[in-house]
């Protein structure tokens, strides 16, 4: 087996800087008084995850992985969130970007999963 030596290698990482950009792409279309509310903690939490997905790569112990990978499930339900508000409120369809955040959520989880038992 070989050993990732990149944060770019991994599925995880692709799938949340994917999801990264569609909610940058989404979020171009808000109303503007969703600018600065909305729009801009979807973004913030959206890149958290990948960030911290980064930053729990390079730690060396697991309890230090652990920790930044839980900050980036934290952000993943966090988007979670803002998705269904952007939906009830009717300012976009977040059907397909929730079905993006699921896969990475699922990803994200297996990660965690097999780096607790290494």
């Known amino acids: 087996m070989n050993k990732t030596t990149r944060f770019q290698d991994l599925i995880v990482w692709q799938k949340a800087h994917q999801f990264v950009l569609k909610a940058y792409q989404m979020t171009k279309h808000l109303p503007k008084e969703a600018l600065f509310g909305l729009s801009s903690q979807l973004r913030r939490a959206a890149v958290s995850i990948a960030a911290n997905i980064v930053e729990g790569f390079r730690k060396r112990g697991k309890r230090d992985k652990m920790r930044f ?27 397909a970007l929730s079905h993006k955040l699921d896969k990475v959520s699922r990803l994200l989880q297996g990660y965690i999963n097999a780096i607790s038992k290494s």
């Open 69 to 95: 990978l839980n900050i980036a499930q934290a952000s993943a339900d966090e988007c979670s969130y803002f998705l269904i508000l952007i939906q009830d409120l009717h300012y976009a369809q977040t059907e």
